[in-house]
């Protein structure tokens, strides 16, 4: 295969090098008796998987991977408020998503007090489309609310899938007690979300941050 050539993937279009590195982190998940639940992967997926892993792979220290953890964080909370500002969430999907909005706050803030506790100071806060596009795209194209769910379906993938990998790089006991915490409450995030969106609330085992 030429380089620069790419792949069709479900609905879209990925980069040959996207898709090899997707495929070893797949294998890589599959050896360890996870593995990803569907036959067809979404090319959204793709991204999501890479940008997420790749950020904390790039992360060596405690500090490090607490501000991508901030970074995180707050892209969630943008992407709560820019949904919830719209008309498409309904009935009881709003009052969800507000509670859902508050413990991702709650999840930044903890990180912000570890990070700043370690003497270091937190990253600039997220404040487009353009920054949450970086964990997970699409929030510009949401039009129904069965895209509102999907959309923070995928958003709070991507937020299990880095504590997942955080977990393998911290060092200090109480920040692993605090990332396991907080990665427990995003995939309870995950069954409310599958619940009113039809889906199989918890379609694994072990919540590993894939769809």
Same mark, same amino acid.
């Given at each position: 295969?030429?380089?620069?050539?790419?792949?069709?993937?479900a609905?879209?279009?990925?980069?040959?090098?996207?898709?090899?590195?997707f495929?070893?982190?797949r294998?890589?998940?599959?050896?360890?008796?996870?593995?990803?639940?569907?036959?067809?992967?979404?090319?959204?997926?793709?991204?999501?998987?890479?940008?997420?892993?790749n950020?904390?792979?790039?992360s060596?220290?405690?500090?490090t991977?607490?501000?991508?953890?901030i970074?995180?964080?707050?892209v969630?909370?943008?992407?709560?408020d820019?949904?919830?500002?719209?008309?498409?969430?309904?009935g009881?999907?709003?009052?969800?998503?507000?509670?859902?909005?508050?413990?991702?706050?709650?999840?930044?803030?903890?990180?912000?007090?570890?990070?700043?506790?370690?003497? &270091? +100071?937190p990253?600039? *806060?997220?404040?487009?489309? %353009?920054?949450?596009?970086k /964990?997970?795209?699409? !929030?510009?194209?949401?039009?129904?609310?069965?895209?509102?769910?999907?959309?923070?379906?995928?958003l &709070? +993938?991507?937020l299990? *899938?880095?504590?997942?990998? %955080?977990?393998?790089?911290? /060092?200090?006991?109480? !920040?692993?007690?605090?990332?396991?915490?907080?990665?427990?409450?995003?995939?309870?995030?995950?069954?409310?979300?599958?619940?009113? *969106?039809?889906?199989?609330?918890?379609?694994?085992?072990?919540?590993?941050?894939?769809?």
């Amino acid at each position: 295969m030429t380089a620069g050539a790419r792949i069709v993937i479900a609905d879209g279009n990925a980069d040959s090098a996207q898709v090899a590195a997707f495929e070893r982190d797949r294998r890589e998940l599959i050896r360890r008796g996870l593995g990803f639940g569907g036959a067809i992967v979404a090319a959204s997926a793709v991204p999501l998987l890479l940008a997420v892993r790749n950020a904390f792979a790039e992360s060596d220290t405690d500090g490090t991977i607490l501000e991508q953890a901030i970074t995180l964080e707050r892209v969630a909370v943008l992407a709560y408020d820019r949904l919830l500002a719209g008309d498409l969430p309904a009935g009881r999907i709003v009052q969800q998503m507000r509670v859902l909005r508050g413990h991702e706050q709650q999840h930044a803030d903890a990180m912000t007090k570890a990070l700043t506790d370690l003497g &270091e +100071t937190p990253p600039p *806060a997220p404040s487009g489309v %353009a920054d949450v596009d970086k /964990v997970v795209k699409g !929030l510009s194209d949401v039009r129904t609310q069965t895209d509102v769910l999907s959309f923070a379906i995928e958003l &709070e +993938t991507a937020l299990v *899938a880095a504590y997942h990998d %955080a977990h393998a790089k911290l /060092v200090e006991a109480k !920040l692993l007690q605090t990332a396991a915490s907080i990665m427990a409450d995003e995939g309870q995030h995950l069954v409310v979300l599958r619940q009113a *969106a039809g889906r199989p609330p918890v379609p694994n085992a072990l919540e590993t941050g894939e769809q």
